[in-house]
Nanobody, 119 residues
Framework: VQLVESGGGLVQAGGSLRLSCAAS????????MGWYRQAPGKQRDVVAL???????EYADSVKGRFTISRDNAKNMVYLQMNSLKPEDTAVYYC??????????????WGQGTQVTVSS
């Protein structure tokens, strides 16, 4: 499985960006896709998740501003980010979570895309 992100960049506070993630390889046993972010000196945290069979989930800090969506036919996942704040500055990673029949899990990560929000 390979994940390739695009769409990051520099934006002023209050602006918008749309991140895209293209997934390739076998999607059998895919449980969820999502976006995580990691700011300098901080741990990687979940931003939004979109399970294969459930409702979307968001970190409290982005609720009402970010929207995750998925195009299963194209194996794409998107993150629309509106009303961006300087504290949203981070490297954003696409993730694909697999649950297998033997109850094991595996998470694949993209290479990350930088999002910088200036004040």
């Amino acid at each position: 499985v390979q994940l390739v992100e695009s769409g990051g960049g520099l934006v002023q506070a209050g602006g918008s960006l749309r991140l895209s993630c293209a997934a390739s390889g076998s999607m059998f046993s895919l449980n969820a896709m999502g976006w995580y972010r990691q700011a300098p000196g901080k741990q990687r945290d979940v931003v939004a998740l979109i399970p294969s069979g459930g409702s979307t989930e968001y970190a409290d800090s982005v609720k009402g501003r970010f929207t995750i969506s998925r195009d299963n036919a194209k194996n794409m996942v998107y993150l629309q980010m509106n009303s961006l704040k300087p504290e949203d500055t981070a490297v954003y990673y696409c993730a694909a979570v697999f649950h297998y029949s033997d109850n094991t899990r595996e998470t694949y990560w993209g290479q990350g895309t930088q999002v910088t929000v200036s004040s």
